[in-house]
């Protein structure tokens, strides 16, 4: 599978996804709060799951990963998007 060689086309595609990744990231974080509200209980494990996967990769501060986390709060997360969104959140290199 390593020596796949790509088209042009498909270069292309690929190098546009990992160039908007932040902002991908950042659309499937709101989504899943609203997800987060409307799941069941069984279903929101895996969620939160997934949440803690992208506030990694979007490098927010480990401390606030693990408050959002322990809180189980659908609304601590919907506070975390909207500081992503305005820039406010200060992320760790």
């Given at each position: 599978m390593a020596d796949k060689e790509y088209s042009r086309y498909q270069q292309?595609?690929?190098?546009?996804?990992?160039?908007?990744?932040?902002?991908?990231?950042?659309?499937?974080?709101?989504?899943?709060?609203?997800?987060?509200?409307?799941?069941?209980?069984?279903?929101q494990k895996k969620l939160w799951q997934t949440a803690e996967e992208l506030l990694t990769r979007m490098k927010v501060p480990a401390s606030r990963i693990e408050h959002i986390i322990?809180?189980?709060?659908?609304?601590?997360?919907?506070?975390?998007?909207?500081?992503v969104q305005k820039g406010i959140l200060k992320r760790s290199k």
């Open positions: 292309k595609v690929i190098q546009r996804y990992y160039d908007n990744r932040e902002q991908i990231d950042e659309q499937r974080l709101a989504e899943l709060v609203t997800s987060l509200f409307l799941a069941s209980p069984a279903k322990q809180s189980g709060d659908p609304t601590v997360l919907a506070r975390v998007v909207e500081d």
